[in-house]
């Protein structure tokens, strides 16, 4: 059977790869065909872990990888090396208690934490910020002038990666307000890899 992964590069202010965001694909079709979050991230590790090599689709660098809440409060990233991904936590995820000691925990353990879609305006991701070494944010989506302040006010100790960034325009505005990382449409839009799954040793790996 044929499974799908499909990667989008997230580059350095030297415009070295630093990492790519996998994402879920069920066919072919270059977008989220799922309902559940769980289910989909699920199967994207068992895809690009169990299925593909790993190290080929990142090249060496960071996987940067969506956990919704239920995935985080049953610590699935333990599960997977701290050397190659980054734990990236989406603005949907409800910011309680259990989330921010299972990040703590991560960080603890040596995982990159990412705050994914950043909503400047919601006060519940604040306690996040004292555990997150990386925030995401929709560039074109949000207040310039507030993306300047954040950054600001957080720079000494978190980098910032300027998300969707889909002109050269864009581009040099994120350059110039202190962005670390970029992604987006102007550098590549996410690419399909496919593999083909041998459903037995899949089991035997497990």
Known sequence: MDVYVARQPIFDR???VF???????????NFFEGTDDNKATAELIN???LTMNIDELIDETKAFI????????????????SDSVVVEVLENVEINENVIEACKKLREKGYIITLGDFVIS?????????????VKIEFSAVNYIKQRQLIKQYQNRIK?????????EEYQLAMDMGYDYFQGYFFSKP????????ESLNINLI
């Open 160 to 168: 910032f990666l300027a998300d969707k960034v889909e002109t050269r």
């Open 66 to 81: 969506n956990f919704p809440q239920k995935l985080l409060i049953e610590e699935i990233p333990l599960l997977l090396s």
């Open 191 to 198: 690419v399909i890899i496919k593999g083909k799954e041998i």
């Open 14 to 16: 030297n415009m070295n």
């Open 19 to 29: 990492g790519y965001e996998l994402l879920y694909r069920g066919s072919i079709n």
């Open 122 to 134: 919601k006060e519940s991701f604040l306690p996040l910020m004292e555990i997150a070494h990386i």
């Open 47 to 49: 895809n690009a872990f």
